[in-house]
C-alpha cells in the first residue's frame, strides 16, 4: 500500500523541482510522488513525466490547466492513493532519514490496526546564505511518539504555529471534511491547516527535522513586498477562516484557544500589511477587516483585539502608527521585517 501521497504542485519549476522528487524517492514503493503541472509554460511536465517513466510505481504526473497553489493541492489530493497526504512545494524538500522514520511508524500502526488523523513533525528555513538554520520544533508543546489529544496540548510560541510545512494528515479525513482550496489564490495554506483542526480527534508528534522550507527566491510569496502587493488576497483568505467557524462551537477549550490564537495572527499579519504599504486605502481595508471579524463573531473580535494583542506601541519608522507589541514579533518572526 501506499502510506504518504506527496503532492508537489508545480507552475514553472524546472529548475529546482527535481531536488523536491530525489528527496522522496527513498521512500520507495510505501510512497507516491503526485507531481501536479499547474499549466506551467517551461519545461515542468518534459521533467515530471521523465521520472513517472523511471519510477511508474512511485510517481505520476497530472497535467492540468494553471490555477493556483491551492487548486494544485486540490488536484492533488483528488488523485491520492495513499492513506496519508502530504504537500511538498517545488522548491523545498525533505529530509531521508526522517522520512524512513515517518514511514516506519505508518507501517506499524498498519500494523496495530491503528490510525491518526494529523502527524506532526519539525520544519526548518534554509534561508539562503544563512549558515545555522531555525529548526521549528514542537518538543515543548506536544507529547511525543505517542498518540494524543487536543487535551493534551501545551501552550505554542509566536512562531510554533503548525504550519503546512510541519503537518501529514490522514487523506480520508481531508475528503470527508470536504477541504477545498480556493483558485488563484496565494496564502491559501493557512486555509490548508485551518480548516480541517475541528475534525482532528488523534494526533502524533515525531521530533524529526522532516520538512526544508527554502526561502531565498524574490519572488515568493512571504517576500515583504510581494506580501503587500498581495495585501488583498491576504484579507481574502484571513476572511475565508474568520467564515469557517463560531469559536463558540469548538467544544475543546485547547483547540479553541489555539485556533482563536491562529485567528489572531492572520489578523496581525493582514493589519500589519495594511499599515506597511502607506496607503489610504490600505488603512481603510484594514478598519474594514475588524469590522468584518467583529461582525462575524464578536466575542472572538473582543478576545483578539483587546485581549491577545492587547498594549500598543509604535512602529519603528512609521510615527503615529499604533501597532500591537505582539503584532511586531508576529511580523518579525513570519514574515521578515525589519
Known amino acids: 500500500m501506499k502510506y504518504i501521497s506527496f503532492a508537489i504542485p508545480c507552475y514553472n519549476s524546472q529548475d529546482y523541482m527535481a531536488h523536491a522528487i530525489e528527496s522522496i524517492l527513498p521512500g520507495g514503493e510505501d510512497v507516491e510522488i503526485i507531481i501536479v503541472n499547474d499549466g ?20 505520476k504526473v497530472v497535467d492540468k490547466e494553471n490555477g493556483g ?20 512545494d517545488s522548491d523545498d524538500w525533505v529530509k531521508e532519514e526522517s522520512l524512513h522514520n515517518i514511514l516506519q511508524v505508518l507501517r506499524r500502526f ?46 505554542f510560541h509566536l512562531d510554533q504555529y503548525i504550519l503546512m510545512h510541519s503537518v501529514i494528515y490522514r487523506t480520508e479525513l481531508l475528503l470527508l471534511c470536504q477541504l477545498r482550496l480556493p483558485k488563484h489564490t496565494f496564502y491559501v495554506d493557512n486555509i490548508y491547516v485551518y480548516y480541517p483542526l475541528p475534525h482532528v480527534r488523534k494526533l502524533y508528534y515525531m521530533d524529526e527535522d522532516f520538512y526544508r522550507y527554502y526561502i531565498g527566491r524574490e519572488d515568493q510569496s512571504v517576500n515583504e513586498k510581494v506580501m503587500i502587493r498581495r495585501l488583498d488576497q491576504q484579507i481574502f483568505v484571513t476572511k475565508k477562516m474568520i467564515d469557517m467557524y463560531q469559536m463558540k462551537e469548538i467544544t475543546n477549550k485547547k483547540l479553541k484557544r489555539y485556533m482563536v490564537n491562529y485567528l489572531a495572527i492572520m489578523m496581525t499579519v493582514s493589519s500589519i500589511l495594511c499599515i506597511r504599504s502607506k496607503e489610504k486605502e490600505n488603512l481603510d481595508k484594514k478598519k474594514e477587516l475588524w469590522l468584518y471579524l467583529r461582525k462575524k463573531d464578536a466575542r472572538t473580535y473582543l478576545k483578539i483585539r483587546y485581549g491577545i494583542l492587547g498594549q500598543t506601541m509604535n512602529l519603528p519608522g512609521r510615527s503615529g502608527r499604533k501597532i500591537s507589541s505582539l503584532a511586531y514579533l508576529v511580523a518579525r518572526r513570519l514574515i521578515g521585517f525589519q
Open 69 to 88: 497553489h491551492g487548486d494544485a493541492v486540490n488536484c492533488g489530493l483528488a488523485n491520492a492513493t495513499g492513506k496519508y497526504f502530504k504537500v511538498v
Open 40 to 59: 506551467s509554460s517551461d519545461d515542468t511536465s518534459k521533467i515530471g513525466h521523465e521520472y513517472a517513466e523511471k519510477y511508474p510505481d512511485i510517481v
Open 110 to 155: 498498519e500494523d496495530e490496526g491503528e490510525e491518526v488523523d494529523m502527524l506532526i513533525a519539525n520544519y526548518v528555513y534554509e534561508k539562503e546564505g544563512v549558515d545555522n538554520k531555525k529548526c521549528i520544533h514542537y518538543r515543548n508543546v506536544l507529547p511525543q511518539d505517542e498518540i494524543f489529544h487536543w487535551t493534551d496540548i501545551g501552550h
